[in-house]
């Protein structure tokens, strides 16, 4: 009893030092945030911080990690899934978890946040789909390439401006716009393709 009361301790402590430490970040640079007022404003002693993290920079690496560590388990299940390119629920899955974490997402996709992550992520979902669009899409390996960098660029914009707005729509219902936006992309891509085939060949 006395272990699980430690780490429910443990949790609460990191919990609100990432929060706190996000709210500082929208006011000031992390160069200047300073491991007593991020104390102070956790309201935990010096020490409990030390015990857990070296510095303000090590406590946001490790935010950004946790992210990221996060992001590549959902893209395993949807690497996973044979029938679909984005399975809706996963993508729900993936919206909840922003909602969750909403000020940390928030932060690193703004400017203030730096672009270092966000590269990696996008690196991320590269090695992820990049093998399989071309058989799950019918795309060829030049097409996969342009496919990936609209799916992520627009993912992101969605993301951003879902974020922007304040969550107003629910996770079900970001993950069904996304569905419902990459369906009408794929059914536009094949009815392009029905129009530049060849007729059929006359009877002889």
């Known amino acids: 009893m006395r272990n699980e009361k430690n780490d429910r301790r443990v949790r609460y402590t990191k919990m609100i030092l990432r929060q706190k430490l996000i709210e500082l970040l929208y006011q000031k640079d992390i160069s200047q945030v300073t491991v007593t007022e991020l104390c102070e404003a956790a309201d935990i002693n010096r020490a409990t911080f030390y015990a857990h993290f070296s510095d303000p920079y090590d406590l946001l690496t490790k935010i950004g990690e946790d992210l ?52 990696r992520i996008m690196e991320l979902i590269y090695d992820k789909i990049i093998e399989i669009l071309p058989e799950r899409m019918n795309v060829s390996i030049k097409e996969a390439g342009y496919l990936y960098a609209f799916l992520v660029f627009g ?19 970001m993950a069904a716009i996304m569905m419902d936006l990459i369906q009408g992309m794929m059914t536009g891509k094949r009815l392009i393709r029905r129009e ?9």
């Open 155 to 173: 993912a992101l914009g969605i993301v951003q401006r879902w974020l922007e707005e304040g969550l107003e729509s629910s996770p079900k219902e």
């Open 68 to 119: 990221y560590s996060d992001l590549s388990d959902y893209l395993d299940e949807f690497q996973n899934e044979e029938n679909i390119l984005l399975p809706l629920t996963v993508i729900e899955k993936i919206f909840e978890y922003i909602q969750e974490n909403a000020n940390e997402c928030r932060y690193f996709l703004s400017e203030r946040g730096g672009i270092q992550l966000r590269k």
């Open 196 to 204: 530049k085939a060849p007729p059929d060949a006359p009877p002889k």
